[in-house]
């Protein structure tokens, strides 16, 4: 039996927008999808660009359909998703200083 949390057959979904926000309602707009995505389940990796974790491929379909009925009516999102042991080859820096990776917290969902 393949184990259901293998590195493979978990998914990582990144969302990354840029949205406008020269007008007070385009500010509104903008902090809506935000506060939104966060509500299901994704969060900030760096400035507009959120992640979340998902058991499966199949779970992470769900919540990509998810953001893409939240998105506002202006602006750029882009969304993606990949395996578990992709996200582990990422490498973060502050400047030129390498820092350490973020463990992901082990995420249990019941439905």
Same mark, same amino acid.
């Given at each position: 039996m393949m184990n259901r949390l293998n590195?493979?057959?978990v998914m990582w979904i990144l969302v990354l927008y840029d949205?406008?926000?020269q007008t007070? %309602?385009?500010r509104k707009s903008a902090a809506k999808f935000r506060k939104r995505i966060m509500s299901d389940g994704f969060n900030m990796f760096q400035f507009s660009i959120y992640i979340r974790n998902c058991s499966s491929l199949e779970n992470a379909e769900v919540h990509i359909k998810r953001v %893409?009925?939240?998105m506002p009516d202006e602006g750029h999102i882009g969304i993606f998703k990949i395996t578990d042991k992709?996200?582990?080859e990422i490498e973060i820096f502050n400047c030129k200083a390498k820092m350490q990776a973020r463990?992901?917290?082990l995420q249990l969902e019941f439905f």
């Open positions: 590195e493979y057959r949205l406008p926000t007070q %309602k385009q %893409k009925s939240m992709q996200f582990s463990k992901p917290p």
